[in-house]
Nanobody, 128 residues
Framework: QVQLVESGGGSVQAGNSLRLSCAAS????????MGWFRQAPGKEREFVAG????????SYVGSVKGRFTISRDNAKNTAYLQMNSLKPEDTAVYYC?????????????????????WGQGTQVTVSS
């Protein structure tokens, strides 16, 4: 059982930045593809960004392209989501997720149903 703990959320004004971290209890995160999702009040959970186990492949939802960057440090068992130029519509609870993969599975994953483990979420609030 992998435990994921998000941190770095908070309240900021539009245009500012936050960096979310996702620390995993697993000894090595390199066995997992990672993803970030978010859920705003009254809305369904949506994919934000995904990264392959090696970090070489990434994907983003269109609304965050050019503003958010997903990355990972397998040696630290941590994934990150750097969020720049934040907008009020980015306000949501952000969740990190992990999907166990083999080394031959070189891609990211964009559907919530594909992930095996989830964190508890961290709130991000962006005011105008």
């Amino acid at each position: 059982q992998v435990q994921l703990v998000e941190s770095g959320g908070g309240s900021v004004q539009a245009g500012n930045s936050l960096r979310l971290s996702c620390a995993a209890s697993e000894r090595t995160l390199s066995n997992y593809a990672m993803g970030w999702f978010r859920q705003a009040p009254g809305k369904e959970r949506e994919f934000v960004a995904g990264v392959s186990w090696s970090g070489s492949r990434t994907s983003y939802v269109g609304s965050v392209k050019g503003r958010f960057t997903i990355s990972r440090d397998n040696a630290k068992n941590t994934a990150y989501l750097q969020m720049n130029s934040l907008k009020p519509e980015d306000t949501a609870v952000y969740y990190c997720a992990a999907k166990r993969v083999s080394y031959s599975e070189i891609y990211y994953y964009t559907r919530a149903s594909e992930y095996d483990y989830w964190g508890q979420g961290t709130q991000v609030t962006v005011s105008s």
